[in-house]
């Protein structure tokens, strides 16, 4: 992609309302723009990033062998009634009516919904298990919106429900969610620990929220510090395998890691005091198990040979847009975002020091042909400004990785390959520039962007 031909409108200057280094950075790079308090329009490059988060999500759930579908946003407020939600979900709920007068609302979470859809079709234990999810817009009437996408009204979720036959399946789903969301937060660069929760207006007794610890997080954390030692790396998983599952589950929860609302001082006293950690995290997901408390009231049953019996359900939770912010809080410096490269927008940026050198262009033009022939997208900036301004727009938008393509190395038959992490540059070659960046993103193959 030709600078010159997108759409990415950054700002000199640092926005007054951004609180936040990632607000700051997302609106001066030009991802977002607010269109009212907590709604947010997604310009190319936030609309990259936030795509290509949604396909490690999508990859990471369909690996795990849960379907993808996709729900309305709008809701009739008679399924809500039906649960008994409609009332207490209170102010949050964005209400809304029809030309008929019907009540409507704007969905906030769909557990009333996707029970509907189950109940209108399936009837016999045979079809279970089930898990079905989707990645769908939700809308909160947050009372304090803030922290740009952090805490919106509007926001991108990824939302499952898993139905089966007794709780002891319940609980396998419940396991293998941990695990699949495990994978996806490192693929994303990230390190989130599954922390003991409160289930809240969902409800449930087994929760577990995962937090990246930042300092700008929401919630207050307690935690013993050999919680951050665990990886679940690269190893391979049979989701089917309860015992495999348990085994992640039980590997990644046993130690003390708990919300403010869980906290219990006297366990977090019994911690080695070298080891005891009190910070502040992002929530970025959140799993449950709630049993029958929606299939009862809202009728979904199976078939079995002992009679109907009411299916045991969780939902399973990912804050896809508040992802960019949690990303950004944990990867950035004073110059600007550095992209993990599982979700980097662009694969590398190229920079053209003498733009109208009829060397230096040809070199660029093919730079960018080679990388996408690799499956690698470039943002080449073909302006013509001064390298210290391209340099800098490079720096705030953080791709990984830079290639610097000026007249004076094309005569040693040189470009230069920068880290945006580490600063170091590498002379080398253009091809070798190009096998280099397919070396290193091999281990990070992301969903093409759009
Ligand atoms: N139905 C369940 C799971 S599917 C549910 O709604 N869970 S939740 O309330 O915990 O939301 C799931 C995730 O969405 C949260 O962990 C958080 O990362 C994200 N989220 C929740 N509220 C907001 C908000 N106002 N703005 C941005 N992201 C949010």
Redo the contacts with the bound molecule.
Sequence with gaps: MRLSRYFLPVLKENPSEAQIVSHRYMLRAGMIKQSAA?IYSWLPLGFKVLKKIEGIVHEEQIRAGHVPMLMSTMQPADLWKESGRYDDYGQEMLRINDRHDRDMLFG????EMITDIFRAHVSSYKDLPLTL?QVQW?F?D?IR?RFG?????????????NFDLSKEDALHAYNRHLVSYLRTYERMGLQAIPMRADG???GGDYTH??LVLAETGESEVFYDSAVTDLTFGDREIDYDSVEQCQGVLEEFTTKYARTDETHDEALFNEIPEERRRTARG???????YFGTKYSEAMGAKVQTAEGEVPVHMG?????????L??IIEANHDDNGIIWPEGVTPFHCGIVNLKQGDEAADAACESLEKALAALGLEALYDDRKERAGGKFATMDLIGLPWRITVGPRGLKNGVVELTSRRTGESEELTPEAAVAKLVEIYAGHRTPQGF
Aim: proline fraction near 7%; aromatic fraction near 14%; avoid cysteine.
């Design positions: 907590g906030p979470t769909n557990e999810y939700k909160r947050e919106p996408v952090m805490r919106g009204r509007e926001f991108y979720m990824k939302d499952g429900y809240g207006p969902i929220e995962f992002i929530e970025v997901g959140q799993i449950f939902s399973h939770g990912i804050g896809v847009s508040r992802l912010g949690a």
